[in-house]
């Protein structure tokens, strides 16, 4: 008779396990992420982008270590995003995403310009251009038309801060009749766009030209 009560009260016990087990509810929370650091960061062409990494928790499993996928270059502009994830025992996935822009301090030049140029006189009619930032060298402006010449479109300046600078350099046969030109100078920017002082050389002389850049 003790025997059969043992027994009877064994398989209770095996009974209200299977029944507490069955009625366990499964795990579906993901992981939380949370980013180290700002979720959105802002850096400069050939700058230094540091890692902030992130750190991932679950109500189950507590800490894990997040995965990261995507990298960001910092020699070419554009919008990267960083995705850090982590998955629990039960395969639940939780992600968090951080977005890093890397941009040409320049890039506020960008734009359609009206220009005008004075060489020794009076002004010259103006005439519109387009001005781009470069995409691979921080502070790097290229000109679509510099200084009115059909065709004078590898023409570039260095604009750093309120100084630009237009180092040497030579466009081929432009202008009329076609000619070798060399191109050097400095300016300054302004409210409403920025001012050049340069020379134009060839070789049967040189002429200096102030040109005003007033953004559209």
Do not use: H
Not at 27 to 47: K, R
Not at 158 to 166: E, F, R
């Amino acid at each position: 008779m003790k025997n059969n009560i043992f027994n009877f009260s064994k398989i209770a016990f095996i009974a209200m396990i299977a029944v507490f087990t069955s009625c366990k509810k499964p795990d579906t929370t993901p992981p939380v992420i949370i980013l180290e650091g700002s979720a959105s960061i802002t850096i400069f062409l050939q700058g230094t982008y540091t890692e902030l990494w992130a750190v991932a928790t679950d109500d189950v499993n507590g800490s894990l270590s997040p995965v990261l996928s995507g990298t960001v270059n910092t020699n070419l502009a554009g919008v990267y995003l960083l995705t850090y994830s982590a998955t629990d025992a039960a395969g639940n996935t939780g992600s968090a995403v951080r977005t890093v822009t890397v941009q040409n301090a320049a890039a506020a030049m960008a734009g359609s310009y009206q220009c005008t140029i004075t060489a020794g006189g009076s002004p010259a009619p103006p005439y519109l251009q387009t001005v781009t930032a470069s995409s691979t060298l921080n502070n790097k402006i290229n000109f679509s038309r510099f200084s009115n010449y059909d065709g004078n479109t590898s023409i570039y300046a260095m604009a750093a801060g309120a100084a630009i600078t237009i180092p040497r350099q030579q466009a081929s046969q432009i202008g009329i009749p076609p000619a070798d030109r060399t191109f050097a100078g400095f300016g300054n920017t302004n409210p409403g766009g920025f001012q050049l002082t340069y020379t134009d050389s060839t070789s049967t002389g040189s002429v200096t030209k102030s040109e005003v850049f007033v953004k559209q």
